[in-house]
Structure formats: structure tokens, C-alpha cells
């Protein structure tokens, strides 16, 4: 990604966010895509390719607590809303109006939250590998976990806690190595083993455990990724939000009448068949759920969790044809309100 197509602006909450911008070429709409853990706009390189050579408008931030944005320490800075408002201060920067935002692990969350609270400035939703989350002012990570290892065995959460611990980074950072290949293994049933349970994944860099990195990653690769987000720090704060109780404290903020989707907005959920902690058929149930009626469309692909580095050429072109598709609906949703208004202003007529 051309580095000098980055930008830095001062959100209206004072943080600096640091951003890939490319304007569109005609009346080819603007993406957004977001980020999540341990991951910057860095990991969408091949869709940044893919679209800007088709015309796209494209902007893609690094998101807080990574790469060339702010790094607070403080947990509160993370609250979805906040980060929800930092993303239309960029696109006010940007004189963007409106986008079609797409969302990868937490930033599938954000994707979720802008929906709740700023409907009015994107077109359609996609979500990789995690689904809509729905707001959750009650959530109790110690139920979750509970509740997840009598459903499936396992605790799908248990290395929340881990990372939410104080000293977690320096364990992080002591081991990266031992830590990159947990996050990128070519086994990804290491997530069920390793990663998910209670314990597991602090054993596991404790014991400097090491497995062999997916095809889809260099070398170069991990380099590049490690300057990005090491030290982790600051990026275990989006998992602190969850387990202190902030982010339900937050999502009580929302409105009831925003639990779901807009239903008028096109939803594109692609769900990760070997994703053993975003397990792709609950995420598939609860995005279909909280869309409107026919909005949502729904693939689940033969892949790990990083859906966009291992299957890059499929999901840009299936991205490309539900854009279209998503064009289309709501070009229908105007023509039908359009005539629904022409028999209202006739019905008054008579």
C-alpha cells in the first residue's frame, strides 16, 4: 500500500488516527474497511488492490491501538461508540458522505455499532468471519465462558482473560514468535487446543510453544506485521473493554429500536468453516437474524480466520458482486418508495 496515500487527522475526540485514502473514480462508491486484532489497514492490502484498480473510493484506517494511530493505555478510550465517532470524523475529513463499510474480527463490531449509531452514513454492511454483534448490556464474560464450554467443551473466550491480565504484553512481547504462530497457525485447530480454552494460550507462550505459519504468509510478511502492532499494549485494551464490564456499560447507550440492522441495508456475512472461536454457523444465525427481511446474503468459505489474506481473490470478487448486487437493492427500495408515494399522493388526490 502506497504510503503516501496515507493520511493523519485529529478525530473530534482529540485522538490521531493515521488512514489509507483513495478518492473514487466517477460514481464508483466508497469503501471502508475496518480492521480488528492484532491486525492494520495493512491487512487488507489485497483488497486495497483489487478495488482501487476497479475505481473504488477506499478508506481504510488503522484502527486505535495499532500502527500509525494513537496507542492510549487507558481502557475507556475503547469504547465502541467512541471509536464509532472517530470513524465519521475520518470520513468528514474525507468529505465523505456516505460508504459501504466492511469489518473483519472486532472491527465486525464496529461495523455493528455504526449501524446502531450513525445508520444515516453507510449504504450496506459486510461482516468477515465474525457476524452482526448485537448490542449486549448485560454481557458477563465469565457466563460466556461457561456457557460456551457446556455448548461445545471448550471455552470459545478463555484467552480474553489472559490478554485482559495485567503483564499480559510483556508475556506477549517475550514471546512474540511463540505468540505470532498461535494467531497465524497452518493448523487451525490449534485454536480449539490451544488458543480458546481457559489457560491455554498463556501455557502456550510460557512454554514458547512454536507451529508453522499458513502458506498465505511470508516471511516478509511477519516482519512487516510485527513493526505494525509490537508491543501489543494498547491493542489488548479491545479486549479489556469486554471483560471489565465497559463495553456493556456502553452498549446501553444504544437505542432499542437499533438492536438490528437497518432493514433496509444490504448484509453480506462471510463465515470461516475452520474458524474454531468465530464459529461461522452462529455468526451466519445471528447476522440473518438482525437483518431486514431478504437483505442478507450469506457465504461461508473453506478458510481459517483470516479470510482476507488466505482467500483474497475469491472474497474480493464475491465483495465486487454483492456490491453490485447491494446497488441494486437499494436502487429497488427508491423505486418502490417512489411509487409508494405516487399512489399516497394520488389515493389524497381523489
Aim: net charge negative; aromatic share 12%; with cysteine.
Amino acid at each position: 500500500m502506497d504510503h503516501t496515500s496515507y493520511k493523519d487527522v485529529r478525530t473530534y475526540r482529540g485522538m490521531n488516527y493515521h488512514y489509507f485514502s483513495s478518492p473514487p473514480v466517477g460514481s464508483k462508491p466508497t469503501l471502508m474497511f475496518v480492521h480488528g486484532f492484532p491486525s492494520t489497514s495493512w491487512d487488507w492490502r489485497h483488497q486495497v488492490a483489487y478495488f482501487k484498480k476497479k475505481g473504488y473510493g477506499l478508506i481504510v484506517p488503522d484502527m486505535l491501538g495499532y500502527g500509525g494511530t494513537d496507542k492510549p493505555l487507558e481502557p475507556e478510550h475503547y469504547k465502541p461508540s467512541l471509536i464509532c465517532q472517530d470513524m465519521t470524523s475520518i470520513l468528514d475529513n474525507e468529505g465523505v458522505d456516505k460508504v459501504i463499510v466492511i469489518g473483519h474480527d472486532w472491527g465486525s463490531k464496529i461495523v455493528s455499532r455504526l449501524a446502531s449509531y450513525y445508520p444515516e452514513r453507510f449504504t450496506a454492511y459486510a461482516f468477515l468471519a465474525v457476524g452482526y454483534q448485537p448490542p449486549m448490556p448485560t454481557f458477563d464474560v465469565h457466563q460466556a465462558l461457561q456457557m460456551t464450554k457446556q455448548r461445545l467443551g471448550y471455552e470459545l473466550y478463555g484467552y480474553w482473560m489472559f490478554f485482559a491480565t495485567e503483564g499480559a504484553d510483556r508475556i506477549i512481547d517475550n514471546h512474540w514468535d511463540s505468540f505470532f504462530s498461535l494467531l497465524y497457525p497452518h493448523d487451525p485447530t490449534l485454536w480449539r487446543s490451544d488458543m480458546a480454552p481457559v489457560g491455554c494460550f498463556k501455557a502456550w507462550l510460557l512454554a514458547d510453544k512454536t507451529a508453522p505459519l499458513p502458506s498465505y504468509l511470508t516471511a516478509e510478511d511477519k516482519a512487516t506485521i510485527t513493526a505494525l502492532v509490537r508491543p501489543p499494549a494498547a491493542a489488548l485494551n479491545w479486549y479489556k473493554v469486554m471483560t471489565s464490564g465497559i463495553n456493556a456499560q456502553d452498549d446501553r447507550s444504544v437505542a432499542p429500536y437499533r438492536y438490528a440492522l437497518p432493514a433496509d441495508a444490504p448484509v453480506l456475512f462471510v463465515g470461516c468453516e475452520k474458524d474454531y472461536i468465530c464459529l461461522a454457523g452462529s455468526h451466519k444465525a445471528a447476522t440473518e437474524k438482525c437483518a431486514g427481511e431478504g437483505m442478507a446474503r450469506t457465504e461461508v468459505f473453506d478458510a481459517d480466520h483470516w479470510v482476507m489474506l488466505s482467500h483474497a481473490e475469491k472474497l474480493n470478487k464475491l465483495l465486487e458482486e454483492w456490491i453490485g448486487d447491494a446497488a441494486k437493492m437499494k436502487m429497488k427500495g427508491k423505486e418502490e418508495d417512489g411509487e409508494a408515494d405516487g399512489h399516497a399522493d394520488g389515493a389524497s388526490r381523489l
